[in-house]
Antibody, heavy 117, light 108 residues
Framework: EVQLVESGGGLVQPGGSLRLSCAAS????????MSWVRQAPGKGLEWVSV???????YYADSVKGRFTISRDNSKNTLYLQMNSLRAEDTAVYYC???????????WGQGTLVTVSS | SYVLTQPPSVSVAPGQTARITCGGN??????VHWYQQKPGQAPVLVVY???DRPSGIPERFSGSNSGNTATLTISRVEAGDEADYYC???????????FGTGTKVTVL
C-alpha cells in the first residue's frame, strides 16, 4: 500500500528555518517525481517544489532561493528545507507523488507550518 | 506565468449535474488533472489527463478539455460530492505545476 507521512511542521519565528520530512512506503521515492504542495489557511493549493527521478529540481518563484527539496534514497524519504521563513509561508504542506506526468495520485496528510513571532 | 481560472462557487441540487470550468490560455493543448478536497483532508485525484478516472473514482466524474476551457462534470450529484475542486496542469515553458483557483461545490 502506498503511503506518505509528513512530519517536521510547527511554529517558527520569521527568519527561522524548518525541515519537513515525507516518509514514503509502498513505492520508491527516487523512481518517481515528488512534489511539495502547500495550502495557506482558507486558501487554495500552491505548488512549491518538485524533484524529478533524475534529480533535477524546480521551485516556485515564491520560495526560490529559500527552500531546498531533496531526498534520501536509503530512507525512502523526501525533504523540504525551508530557510528565511516569512509569515506568508504559513500553510499546511503536503508531499505528493506524481503519476508519470498524469497528476498527483498520492498525497500525505499534510503538516502545518506556522511562521509567527 | 500560466494562470488557471475557476468560478469560486457552484451550487447544484442532488441528482442534478454540476459543471466546473477551468480557463487557461490554450489549455486544450495541455493535460488537465482535477482534485477533490474535503475540509481537513488532503486532495484526491478524481480525473487525470483531461478525462481519465483513477481506480475507485465513480463514473459520475468525467472531464473534457478543448480550446481555452477544461470542464469537470459531476453527474447525479450526491451530498458527499460537496467539496472544493481544483484543476491542475504542468506548464512546460517554465517547468512549473499550476493549480486553478478552486471551486467550492455546494449541494443544495
Amino acid at each position: 500500500e502506498v503511503q506518505l507521512v509528513e512530519s517536521g511542521g510547527g511554529l517558527v519565528q520569521p527568519g527561522g528555518s524548518l525541515r519537513l520530512s515525507c516518509a514514503a512506503s509502498g513505492f520508491t521515492v527516487s523512481s518517481n517525481y515528488m512534489s511539495w504542495v502547500r495550502q495557506a489557511p482558507g486558501k487554495g493549493l500552491e505548488w512549491v517544489s518538485v524533484i524529478y527521478s533524475g534529480g533535477s529540481t524546480y521551485y516556485a518563484d515564491s520560495v526560490k532561493g529559500r527552500f531546498t527539496i531533496s531526498r534520501d534514497n536509503s530512507k525512502n524519504t523526501l525533504y523540504l528545507q525551508m530557510n528565511s521563513l516569512r509569515a506568508e509561508d504559513t500553510a499546511v504542506y503536503y508531499c505528493a507523488r506524481e503519476m508519470g506526468g498524469s497528476g498527483f495520485d498520492y498525497w500525505g496528510q499534510g503538516t502545518l507550518v506556522t511562521v509567527s513571532s | 506565468s500560466y494562470v488557471l481560472t475557476q468560478p469560486p462557487s457552484v451550487s447544484v441540487a442532488p441528482g442534478q449535474t454540476a459543471r466546473i470550468t477551468c480557463g487557461g490560455n490554450n489549455i486544450g493543448s495541455k493535460s488537465v488533472h482535477w482534485y477533490q478536497q474535503k475540509p481537513g483532508q488532503a486532495p484526491v485525484l478524481v480525473v487525470y489527463d483531461d478525462s481519465d478516472r483513477p481506480s475507485g473514482i465513480p463514473e459520475r466524474f468525467s472531464g473534457s478539455n478543448s480550446g481555452n476551457t477544461a470542464t469537470l462534470t459531476i453527474s447525479r450529484v450526491e451530498a458527499g460530492d460537496e467539496a472544493d475542486y481544483y484543476c491542475q496542469v504542468w506548464d512546460s515553458s517554465s517547468d512549473f505545476y499550476v493549480f486553478g483557483t478552486g471551486t467550492k461545490v455546494t449541494v443544495l
